[in-house]
């Protein structure tokens, strides 16, 4: 279990860190006493979608759930990242087991006093709201976060010191649950190997096909159907520093002379330095359109330097008039499995 109180950080799943008016030492202690309750017990599979996350409450107040928990994706046109669904307290049985849970109440409501022990209880007396989070409390795998207040009045500040967590908690297991539905489908290893003779490998599923038209350009793709989802590898030869316009200007060049003449919008692409697979880079995250095919949408690209050589890796999504974020992080797990053959 982890506990925070008023922390923007997640600490270790031992340890309880009070920052109420001052930081305060980390405590251990037990946490949640139904978990000893049914450690023992064979635990339920859990059910629902990878963007499901059910909020249950004595008082449900869905806007502010929906104002502060709610992220957003621009592919290009607006998309909500998670589904929340509401339920009295009343009714955690009938929703338990599904596999995220956002509780949040005061000391005051029954099922909150439940869930604490004596010290957890303490604790969120002193700090006025603490934030726990729990792993396959009533099924596996599952995540369970949980807001717990002194006072009932306090709920919607606890909820506005701890956003910025429970949101980043909400989008990694979101993340994670796509990525693990993902790899329940089978690996298409002979593509793998064929990729490995370009220098590179992803694990894509079977189903993807291989174009290797550019090879001698040093430009691989892979691509599947139903939605359109494309992948890219290349590389060149690069001694300067790596620069945000540069990362811009190149991906147009690649997609403009190899995609028919796809271009970034660049009013709806974000660029960050990273670390990748222990090489540091840019990742550019945006829409990218074409004119003539009046095609478009949301594509990733990893712009990343080893040595003296410069590697892009990039996935595009077109999939006009359907939902696009669950489809897209996809691509983004098959990115992330990238290995470089050398």
Known sequence: MQTFAGSSR????????????????????????????TSCARIPPTYGKSRDIVVISSTIDSQLIENNLQLYNYVPQKESLFAFIFAQDTAINSV???????????????????????????TTEQDTFTLFRLEDLWSKPQLVVVLAVSEPQYIE???????????????????????????VKQIDHRLKNTLSNYGVTFDVAKGWLIDSTYKDDNFIFVHTHFPDRVIFFYKEPYTAELSRDYALSKRDSLTRAYYKGDYILRDLTRTEEIEFKSMKGIRLRGVWQNDSLVAGGPFLSYFLKKKDTLYVLDGLLFNPGERKTDYFTMVEVILNSFELVE
């Open 10 to 37: 997640v600490h270790d799943a031992s340890t309880l860190v009070s920052l109420g008016k001052r930081l305060c030492p980390a405590i251990l202690f037990s946490g949640l006493v139904i978990v000893l309750l």
């Open 96 to 122: 338990k087991k599904f596999h995220t849970l956002l509780l949040y109440g005061s000391l005051q409501d029954g099922f909150i006093d439940i869930l604490l022990d004596d010290e957890a209880k303490k």
């Open 157 to 183: 500040a606890g909820l506005l010191r701890f956003k910025a967590v429970i949101t980043e908690i909400l989008e990694e297991n979101y993340y994670n649950r796509v990525k693990t539905n993902y790899y």
